[in-house]
């Protein structure tokens, strides 16, 4: 389940600090990426009920990352409905917009 809350909402409220409020679709390139900088989503954590994360899953990613690696070239696609909006004090709408996630 996903979410900083594990609610499956890419919502926010104190205790994250880490601001999980982007709702993407993980691609093999930002999962790699992400591994690279310390922040390794696809092994398994069962002890946190993290199954690990695969190309096409949905995540709530911090917006600090997602911008990260949309500079770097490996920004995963964006559900802009399932996006926080306050994802908005730091991503323009329309950088986001350019990211839209499409479908399948």
């Known amino acids: 389940m996903t979410g900083f809350y594990r609610d499956g909402y890419c919502r926010t409220g104190p205790g994250d600090t880490g601001l999980h409020t982007v709702c993407a679709r993980v691609t093999r390139e930002f999962l790699e990426f992400s591994q690279k900088r310390g922040n390794d989503l ?20 911090c917006v600090s990352r997602w911008e990260e690696a949309r500079v770097a070239g490996f920004a995963p696609p964006v559900v802009l409905e399932a996006t926080h909006v306050s994802a908005l004090e730091f991503v323009e709408l329309e950088v986001l917009k350019a990211h839209e996630y499409s479908g399948d």
């Open 42 to 61: 696809v092994t398994p954590r069962p002890e946190y009920g993290f199954p690990g994360l695969k190309p096409g899953d949905g995540w709530c990613l």
